[in-house]
């Protein structure tokens, strides 16, 4: 009977043990490919600070899964499909990430995508690619993104043009998923608004001439040019070439056209006016916090992708921490769960307040710095686009397009 006694008593024991014994502290490390070298290496940092910041928001609030620390490991993925395979290759199976915010540029996104993150089943949540070619990617419902189509871009910048009875336009695309579905976008809206697309070609990204380019444009008669390219690469240089013909009074260009590097080489006298088009934060709480959150971190609230980036990598921990384990396996179906109604609003930098709701069993809504993130059945979400032009030597914001 003794024996039977202490049996029990042992048994009950272990049982309080096993109930009592703290949760293990779980470590994650996200990936995030960008293009650090190549056409948009200027644009890159900035928006790579956005996804530092939100880890480390989530740090500070005590960490991911119980306590344990939230790490983000960089790979250039240069702006190329193939650079970006190897990046992603690496992230996903050398260093086990859970999830990955990136590519940056819609080549990097499919090319990591196809060759290494689809096939590990790890999330991909880019802050920037934008080609409409992304929509139909066959990916499991692996892939997502924070930014809007440029579909939805090139409609908004075909009517800010017709809205400042520019009815008639030359327009140059770099030959990629993203110029050429940019462009489409564009033609398409701008055509549908009554307006004439005078001359359309195509370009390869790298040259380090267009002059024959722009003649074919100019001799269009068209006035103004619109550039979808990047301002680190051939767009800077066909601006630069344009601007020395004197064939152009009006230039225009999308998104890859805001950055600094734009004017290397420029008077920016010469192209004051200028006209831009970007993805844009929401005019709401939500927006309001991020920049207040990334100016006392010393950042730039509106730099280009930067807020959409921040939104990337707090969506994913949010999934992650949704998920309950550092597995690939769930984060899709859990980063659906953390974006969308019904639920508690979440802002940008409310990383405690998320982890005691998901941990009381309560639905939560993130708001993003970027805006609504209701992921439609492609992953693609809803957003505003905002006008640009250059003043003194830089972009300036002007407002949404409505």
């Given at each position: 009977?003794?024996?039977?006694?202490?049996?029990?008593?042992?048994?009950?024991?272990?049982g309080?043990?096993?109930?009592?014994?703290?949760?293990?502290?779980?470590?994650?490390t996200?990936?995030?490919?960008?293009?650090?070298?190549?056409?948009?290496?200027?644009?890159?940092?900035?928006?790579?600070?956005?996804?530092?910041?939100?880890?480390?928001?989530?740090?500070?609030?005590?960490?991911?899964?119980?306590?344990?620390?939230?790490?983000?490991?960089?790979?250039?993925?240069a702006?190329?499909?193939?650079?970006?395979?190897?990046?992603?290759?690496?992230?996903?199976?050398?260093?086990?990430?859970?999830?990955i915010?990136?590519?940056?540029?819609?080549g990097?996104?499919?090319?990591?995508?196809?060759?290494?993150?689809?096939?590990?089943?790890?999330?991909?949540?880019?802050?920037?690619?934008?080609?409409?070619?992304?929509?139909?990617?066959?990916?499991?419902d692996?892939?997502?993104?924070?930014?809007?189509?440029?579909?939805?871009?090139?409609?908004?910048?075909?009517?800010l043009?017709?809205s400042k009875?520019?009815?008639?336009?030359a327009?140059t695309y770099?030959?990629?998923?993203?110029?050429?579905?940019?462009?489409?976008?564009?033609?398409?809206a701008?055509e549908?608004?009554?307006?004439?697309?005078?001359?359309?070609?195509?370009?390869?990204d790298?040259?380090?001439?267009?002059?024959?380019?722009?003649?074919?444009?100019?001799?269009?008669?068209?006035?103004?040019?619109?550039v979808?390219?990047?301002?680190?690469?051939?767009?800077?240089?066909?601006?630069?070439?344009?601007?020395?013909?004197g064939?152009?009074?009006?230039?225009?260009?999308?998104?890859?056209?805001v950055?600094?590097?734009?004017?290397?080489?420029?008077?920016?006298?010469?192209?004051?006016?200028?006209?831009?088009?970007?993805?844009?934060?929401?005019?709401?709480?939500?927006?309001?916090?991020?920049?207040?959150?990334?100016?006392?971190?010393?950042?730039?609230?509106?730099?280009?992708?930067?807020?959409?980036s921040?939104?990337?990598?707090?969506?994913?921990?949010?999934a992650?921490?949704?998920?309950?384990?550092?597995?690939?396996?769930?984060?899709?179906?859990?980063?659906?769960?953390?974006?969308?109604?019904?639920?508690?609003?979440?802002?940008?930098?409310?990383?405690?307040?998320?982890?005691?709701?998901?941990?009381?069993?309560?639905?939560?809504?993130?708001?993003?710095?970027?805006?609504d993130?209701?992921?439609?059945?492609a992953?693609?979400?809803?957003?505003?686009?905002?006008?640009?032009?250059?003043?003194?030597?830089?972009?300036?914001e002007?407002?949404?397009?409505?």
């Open positions: 009977m003794r024996h039977i006694k202490k049996s029990l008593t042992l048994a009950v024991a272990v309080v043990l096993s109930t009592a014994a703290p949760a293990v502290a779980q470590d994650v996200l990936g995030f490919v960008g293009g650090f070298t190549g056409p948009i290496e200027s644009l890159t940092p900035p928006i790579f600070a956005g996804a530092e910041l939100a880890v480390a928001h989530i740090n500070e609030q005590g960490g991911i899964l119980d306590g344990g620390t939230l790490t983000i490991t960089s790979a250039d993925g702006c190329d499909a193939t650079a970006a395979a190897n990046a992603t290759d690496r992230l996903v199976n050398t260093d086990q990430v859970t999830a915010v990136g590519g940056l540029c819609t990097e996104t499919i090319g990591g995508a196809n060759s290494a993150a689809i096939p590990g089943g790890v999330v991909m949540v880019s802050p920037a690619s934008t080609a409409p070619a992304l929509t139909t990617l066959e990916d499991n692996l892939v997502f993104r924070t930014t809007p189509s440029d579909a939805f871009q090139g409609q908004k910048l075909a009517e043009l017709l009875d520019i009815t008639e336009i327009l770099v030959n990629n998923d993203y110029g050429s579905g940019f462009a489409s976008a564009v033609t398409e701008y549908a608004g009554g307006g004439t697309i005078a001359a359309n070609l195509a370009h390869e790298g040259k380090a001439d267009y002059r024959a380019e722009l003649g074919n444009l100019a001799s269009s008669g068209a006035e103004t040019l619109v979808l390219a990047y301002a680190n690469s051939s767009g800077q240089t066909i601006l630069r070439q344009a601007l020395e013909s064939n152009f009074l009006t230039f225009v260009g999308g998104d890859g056209m950055g600094d590097d734009l004017f290397t080489g420029i008077d920016a006298a010469s192209v004051e006016g200028m006209i831009a088009t970007r993805a844009g934060a929401f005019e709401g709480d939500s927006a309001t916090v991020y920049a207040e959150l990334a100016t006392a971190a010393g950042l730039t609230p509106n730099d280009v992708y930067a807020p959409q921040y939104d990337a990598a707090f969506l994913l921990a949010l992650i921490e949704k998920n309950g384990s550092a597995d690939r396996e769930g984060v899709s179906a859990a980063l659906r769960e953390v974006s969308s109604a019904p639920g508690e609003t979440i802002l940008p930098g409310e990383w405690e307040k998320a982890r005691e709701l998901i941990a009381a069993g309560t639905d939560i809504d993130y708001q993003g710095a970027g805006g993130l209701d992921f439609d059945d992953g693609d979400v809803d957003g505003v686009i905002v006008e640009l032009t250059v003043e003194g030597g830089s972009f300036v002007v407002g949404v397009i409505e």
